[in-house]
Nanobody, 116 residues
Framework: QVQLVESGGGLVQVGGSLRLSCAAS????????MGWYRQAPGKQRELVAK???????NYADSLKGRFTISRDNAKNTVYLQMNSLKPEDTAVYYC??????????WGQGTQVTVSS
């Protein structure tokens, strides 16, 4: 079981920025993908961005250009830089790790609230 701890959430005004961090208990190079998902009240959890062990990235179409996922293998940490935040970005953001055997782990989530 991979332990994932998110941080960096909070309250920000429209147009502001936040950087989320996800610290993993394993060497993240051992993961197939690391990703960020979010879940707004009353909505299903949705993909925000994913990054593979090789560094390839995948984003939700609606977030391209505003959000950037990156990884620091030396720190076993994955980041999500969020710019030009909008009220509709308000959600709990979850870190996800998928290992090569298909096993998945989730963090506890971090709240992001964008005020207008």
């Amino acid at each position: 079981q991979v332990q994932l701890v998110e941080s960096g959430g909070g309250l920000v005004q429209v147009g502001g920025s936040l950087r989320l961090s996800c610290a993993a208990s394993i060497r993240i190079v051992r993961s197939k993908t690391m990703g960020w998902y979010r879940q707004a009240p009353g909505k299903q959890r949705e993909l925000v961005a994913k990054i593979t062990s090789g560094g390839s990235t995948n984003y939700a179409d609606s977030l391209k250009g505003r959000f950037t996922i990156s990884r620091d293998n030396a720190k076993n940490t994955v980041y999500l830089q969020m710019n030009s935040l909008k009220p509709e970005d308000t959600a709990v953001y979850y870190c996800n790790a998928e290992l090569w055997d298909g096993a998945q782990s989730w963090g506890q989530g971090t709240q992001v609230t964008v005020s207008s």
